[in-house]
């Protein structure tokens, strides 16, 4: 899938992904210690006018064992979750997808919620064709992300168990 709009320069410097970094642990701390009341919206880009829920996602990374915590916006899809691992329309995948991916069974805190039990699965082609315009409608940000690159953004369902 090729790229069919050019990326804002400067968009894959290191320092980008140093800032994303503690950006997300400084919006792990705060959620926590507020249980949601900061930090569970995302206002930037296109969340400036249309804020987006934040939710936790607890993960193992797949060749340390540490766990990691990172947030992301969700979609809610009847009792499911869905996330995606855009990582701004960079080239790879989020280290949190590998590691959900090598280890599905995890936990997410939301709103009220600290320690929801689901379970990761890449949602398939159909699904995702289904599941994509709710989620550029939510954020329409992940539009441009996908333009950005040529990789497919994987769309991740969180399903309870």
């Known amino acids: 899938m090729p790229a069919t709009k050019p990326k804002p320069n400067g968009l894959d410097r290191?320092?980008?992904?140093?800032?994303?970094?503690?950006?997300?642990k400084a919006n792990v701390a705060v959620y926590r210690l507020t249980n949601g009341r900061v930090g569970a919206t995302w206002r930037i880009g296109a969340g400036w006018r249309k804020p987006v829920p934040v939710l936790l996602l607890d993960h193992v990374g797949r060749r340390s064992g540490r766990r990691f915590t990172t947030p992301l916006l969700y979609l809610a899809d009847g009792p499911d979750l869905v996330v995606v691992a855009s990582q701004g329309?960079?080239?790879?995948?989020?280290?949190?997808?590998?590691?959900l991916v090598a280890s599905p069974e995890t936990t997410v805190a939301v709103p009220g919620e600290r320690d929801r039990a689901v379970r990761a699965r890449v949602a398939g082609p159909e699904e995702?064709?289904?599941?994509?315009?709710?989620?550029?409608?939510?954020?329409?940000?992940f539009e441009s992300y996908q333009a950005w690159t040529d990789r497919e953004i994987p769309v991740v369902v969180l399903e309870p168990r």
Not at 15 to 24: P, S
């Open 128 to 141: 995702r064709a289904r599941l994509w315009p709710r989620l550029v409608d939510l954020y329409a940000d």
């Open 14 to 24: 290191p320092i980008v992904a140093q800032l994303i970094k503690y950006g997300a």
């Open 89 to 99: 329309g960079l080239p790879r995948n989020p280290q949190w997808f590998h590691n």
